[in-house]
């Protein structure tokens, strides 16, 4: 995606817009993720130079501000850079404070089914200005370094089978590859008792993010395999 500068006429008017996409996303998340947006927040409000489109922060900085230790501030960085929403554009070696920066388009695509729930203003904003041209789901690859390989196929399952987290599987990759590779991929079954079906998550954020924004074709597929369904739960595994 090319880089946006948010400077000129209209800047503090997307700046605002900006930090309310990261406070809805982090509201309507889980605690940890709430955490995150909140310390996330303070970072960019504080120090993230919008001309040069990024932050440089030593971490001891950083541990004073949100009043943590440099332990807590190195895993809550790679947090946010596993997830995408802040991109390491020159990493901290050899006594070199590293720079990040923004991932317009991870926050977009966190905040985009909530930005109704803000305000029709709020919601015609994002959906007209560069930060805020509209897509549904964001490919966060959660395992670390990419690859070029060709997406792992499912294996096959026997012609008619049903009632098998398999064939839930099944379904969500047929309906759309790459949201099944990026998310539901890595939910695993716990089991189905009585209308109710538990799954475990690797991760609050992939967790929370399945509820939030991917529930209902996961629950359409669940019902399509297991009779009455009625409750999801998504504990971390």
Known sequence: MAQINLT??????????????????????????QM??????????????????EVSIGQRDLARMWNVNERTVKREMKRLIDTEILVCSR????GRVGAYRLNFETVKRLSDPLWESVGPDFQKRME????GLRSKVVKVDFGGAKSQAPPEALPQKDEGEKGTWLAVQHRLNGEDHTIYSSWYKHLSFSGYQEGEVTLKAPSKFIGSYIETHLLPPLTRA????FNAVHTIRISIA
């Open 91 to 94: 990493a901290g070696v050899r």
């Open 222 to 225: 669940l019902r399509a395999e």
């Open 128 to 131: 007209t200005q560069p930060i």
């Open 36 to 53: 995150s947006m909140m310390r996330l927040i303070a970072l960019v409000t504080a120090r993230y130079n919008w001309r040069s489109n």
């Open 8 to 33: 000129g006429p209209s800047a503090g008017t997307q700046k605002y817009d900006l930090l309310t996409a990261l406070s809805v996303a982090g509201l309507h998340g889980k605690p940890v993720f």
